[in-house]
């Protein structure tokens, strides 16, 4: 675990939001795409929310609702933003009929 559970203030909250994207965020976003059908993708989906639990929720309570309060988005959002994100930026590459 990275931190024990404690509630924290809105401050601390800030700054563990600020370590997220900063550590774990970036490491989803430059391997989402090449493990997205890997079996370690549900290894990663919990991870994250584990993670993101952490930041403010109480250890068995859904972490939904502090992902929306964050503006976090959940590891298979995180695909389909990078998916089209390819597809946009390479439409050259793709053929249509």
Known sequence: MLCSWVYVSH???????TIYFAYFHST???GIISLSYSSYSKNMFTLQQK???MIGAKPRNSSRDLLKET?????P???IISFMDIT????EKFHTN
Do not use: A, D, F, P
Not at 11 to 17: G, Y
Not at 88 to 91: H, I, L
């Open 11 to 17: 401050k601390h909250t800030e700054s563990l939001k």
């Open 28 to 30: 989803i976003k430059h």
């Open 51 to 53: 993670t993101v639990r």
């Open 71 to 75: 503006g976090i988005l959940h590891l």
């Open 77 to 79: 959002c995180e695909y």
């Open 88 to 91: 946009v930026n390479n439409q």
